[in-house]
């Protein structure tokens, strides 16, 4: 499987510097004014962590006991489900989309117009994918009468409108997002055309961009930007409405370690859960669980690099037998079938798809005994780690070397921003592209890791807070002269 990297990740005059990592037990929450709206605006972006299920984006439930309320999520096809309905609460209006969500490694900005006296039917529901409007639908119904309003901030039922999560019926049972999400906008003052909150990039015009906005947000209206780390419902909170409205949001389940620098305008990493893998993901991919039996392969980064200096870390949470693997992969590799489906093919092992490349595509680096495997043959390389360490990982894709340090140590005495002590992989991944992968060696499922690529651990706190010589990043450790974290900003410089 090649890298996919995101079709709105070039550096823009417009950065957006935080989003907020939901992970299907958080959401944001705030009860309505108890109004009905003719217009409205709601534009955001998303990053996708998990496929297959309902994750809902936005909703309220609805008072009446056999209606459906608002709601916006992705069903279990990956295909984007929205519900309205009008301010008698006897109508619902609703789009399916006929396009499918699966690119978990992308940005999408969703942006959706309510212009209720619209003199044309079709235009007075509007969905907006990546600032081009959506035109085939699986199912489509729009208010047929003029004047139509929508009743998703009326709380004749006292329900909260949430951010993160939805329902779509009026049973209590509730979808929750599992990725990330930014630059939310909501306005009920007026329906605003997606150019108000984005624009095609001057020099590569295919690529959607996000850009200031300058709104009416209008009572029930909100901005968030989750720049703030708090979890009370105030200005100093992750839920916190910066339109200038104080309409903040309430926060569950959501900590500073959710706040991460992922954005739309600098994607970072994570891993890619679109392989087959009997592993779990959680924390926006970046905390990964073994599988508890085999086969036990993993995954790949979301994205390769042909050249640079890559800096990230591994936090090994739990794991008394150290089972975890790090490894290096190449684009062989990384298009291979069937990984996760035979036990030898792995990182550094010897499985029968790789063909005749097993010594020549991945290598593994074992985190328990310090050793580097390649073509299933094991080399002395440190000491290794476990329970409670800090792994560092320097890869030098320029002069085809790697270094895997514990706590701030490298192994071997290496020294990655003097290119000494490193561990040569030049004739052992022999391809362009370099992947990070992450596996087991064997069926054992209390391994659990936290990856940290720049944009922040998964579920570690951060207490040292160093960044590259760019800026970009949020580690435990100093980051090696030279390397840089994995994201997008610094792929268009260094990779």
């Known amino acids: 499987m090649p890298s996919i990297l995101s079709a709105n990740t070039l550096s823009s005059g417009y950065d957006v510097d935080n989003s907020a990592r939901l992970s299907g037990n958080s959401y944001l929450s705030k009860t309505p004014s108890n109004a009905n709206y003719l217009h409205a605006t709601f534009s955001f972006w998303i990053k996708r962590s998990k496929l297959g299920t309902t994750q809902g984006l936005f909703g309220r439930k609805a008072s009446n006991s ?4 608002t709601f916006c999520h992705f069903g279990s096809s990956d295909q984007l489900l929205i519900n309205f309905r009008n301010s008698g609460g006897t109508s619902r209006y609703y789009i399916i989309t006929h396009r499918l969500f699966r690119d978990i490694s992308a940005w999408y900005h969703i942006h959706i117009v309510i212009d209720g006296d619209n003199g044309t039917q079709a235009d007075r529901i509007q969905l907006y994918i990546n600032g081009v409007r959506e035109t085939a639908f699986d199912l489509l119904n729009t208010p047929s009468a003029n004047n139509y309003e929508i009743s998703t901030f009326n709380n004749d039922g006292g329900t909260d409108f949430t951010v993160g999560r939805s329902l779509r019926s009026q049973v209590d049972t509730f979808y ?3 990725g990330y999400i930014a630059e939310f906008h909501c306005s009920v003052a007026a329906a605003y055309p997606p150019t108000e909150f ?3 990039d001057s020099d590569s015009p295919s690529i959607w961009k996000p850009k200031k906005a300058d709104i009416t947000y209008g009572n029930d209206g909100f901005y ?12 100093s909170g992750i839920g916190a409405d910066t339109s200038g409205e104080d309409h903040h949001y309430a926060v569950t389940n959501l900590a500073a370690t959710d706040q991460s620098t992922d954005t739309c305008t600098n994607n970072g990493c994570t891993w890619n859960t679109l392989y087959r893998s009997g592993a779990t993901f959680t924390e926006g991919n970046l905390v990964y669980q073994a599988p508890g039996s085999n086969p036990v392969f993993g995954s790949l980064t979301t994205f390769g690099v042909s050249a640079g200096k890559w800096y990230a870390e591994c936090k090994y949470h739990a794991g008394s037998n150290h089972y975890g693997v790090l490894g290096v992969a190449d684009e062989v590799f990384a298009t291979l079938t069937d990984l996760g489906s035979a036990t030898n093919t792995d990182l550094g092992k010897t499985g029968a798809a790789l063909g005749s490349h097993p010594s020549t595509c991945t290598v593994a680096y074992v985190i328990n005994t310090g050793k580097v495997r390649n073509n299933n043959n094991n080399q002395n390389y440190g000491s290794g780690g476990g329970d409670g360490d800090i792994i560092n990982i320097a890869l030098d894709r320029d002069n085809r070397k790697v270094y895997f340090g514990i706590n701030g140590t490298y192994e071997n005495s290496g020294d990655p921003a003097a290119g000494s002590n490193g561990f040569d992989i030049s004739s052992q991944v022999s391809g362009n592209e370099y992947f990070l992968g992450v596996t087991n060696d064997t069926g054992a499922s209390e391994t659990v890791l936290d990856f940290n690529f720049g944009g ?8 040292s807070a160093n960044a590259d010589a760019n800026g970009h990043g949020n580690f435990e450790y100093a980051v090696p002269s030279g390397f840089f ?9 260094q990779g």
């Open 485 to 493: 974290a994995w994201n997008t900003k610094n792929l268009a410089e």
């Open 224 to 235: 968030l930007e989750f720049k703030e780390t708090g979890t009370s419902q105030n200005s």
């Open 456 to 463: 922040g651990f998964g579920q570690t706190a951060v207490s």
């Open 176 to 178: 929750n997002f599992e």
């Open 66 to 69: 056999t209606a459906h309320g």
């Open 198 to 200: 984005g624009e095609f």
